[in-house]
């Protein structure tokens, strides 16, 4: 049986955390190793306990969730961030993206919903619930939008390769076993698409990739 995923909680209603501990604690696929409601326990939370996944709200006293969520992304915490909030709001979303969200969930989410998103993105994808996909593609045609941080670069053919796996969902390990190369050289790989294209995390990444319509996955005849 698999390791189940370690969780960490940040949001400042109480009920809502002891509620998302116990679906998550029934399951055989997530524990959960800390629960605050401050956003500056929950950057000294996520140094010391190491999640593998972090549920963040957006809208907290003091820092907030956006500048948590900023903060955790400047200093590399290993964990994947999933903004759990009740904002379906264009501009929260957007926001989240930019500031480096692994994932966008909403709390009226069904919980089995829910538990198969988180499970994926531990798992490596990207996770977006499914009634924002309209708002989100709103966003990228707005000026200002994801499209606006992501200017047309000069990449090459393995980055597009990359990117267009990347806009699948592919997590590193899986882009690199069909890619045939290492995990370490997708991240290089990464690092300049985010780079080349101003953008602060794989779900802009893979926003950019969809809106843009330019890239589709290798087939393996056309990967040397």
């Known amino acids: 049986m698999n390791a189940r995923?370690?969780?960490?909680?940040?949001?400042d209603h109480p009920l809502l955390r002891r509620?998302?501990?116990e679906l998550l604690e029934a399951t055989e696929d997530f524990c959960v190793v800390g629960s605050t409601s401050s956003a500056e326990e929950?950057?000294?939370l996520a140094a010391e306990?190491?999640?593998?996944?972090?549920?963040?709200d957006l809208h907290m006293p003091g820092v907030g969730g956006l500048g948590l969520l900023a903060e955790l992304k400047?200093?590399?915490v290993s964990g994947r961030v999933v903004v759990l909030t009740a904002s379906a709001a264009r501009q929260d979303l957007l926001a989240a993206l930019q500031a480096g969200a692994d994932g966008y969930l909403l709390k009226d989410s069904h919980p089995d919903a829910l538990l198969a998103a988180l499970a994926e993105c531990a798992a490596g994808q990207l996770v977006l619930d499914p009634t924002l996909a309209a708002v989100l593609?709103?966003?990228l045609r707005e000026p200002g939008g994801l499209q606006a941080l992501a200017a047309p670069a000069e990449l090459t053919e393995r980055e597009r390769q990359t990117l267009a796996l990347i806009a699948e969902?592919?997590?590193?390990k899986l882009i690199a076993r069909r890619l045939g190369i290492s995990d370490g050289t997708v991240k290089i790989h990464v690092k300049h698409l985010l780079s080349k294209l101003n953008l602060h995390s794989r779900l802009e990444?893979?926003?950019w990739a969809h809106r843009s319509g330019q890239f589709a996955a290798p087939r393996p005849e056309e990967i040397p």
């Open 5 to 11: 995923r370690r969780v960490l909680l940040i949001d």
């Open 19 to 21: 509620g998302v501990a």
């Open 42 to 44: 929950g950057l000294a």
């Open 49 to 56: 306990l190491a999640p593998e996944l972090i549920l963040l």
């Open 74 to 76: 400047r200093q590399a």
């Open 137 to 139: 593609a709103s966003g």
């Open 169 to 172: 969902g592919l997590n590193n």
């Open 205 to 207: 990444l893979a926003a």
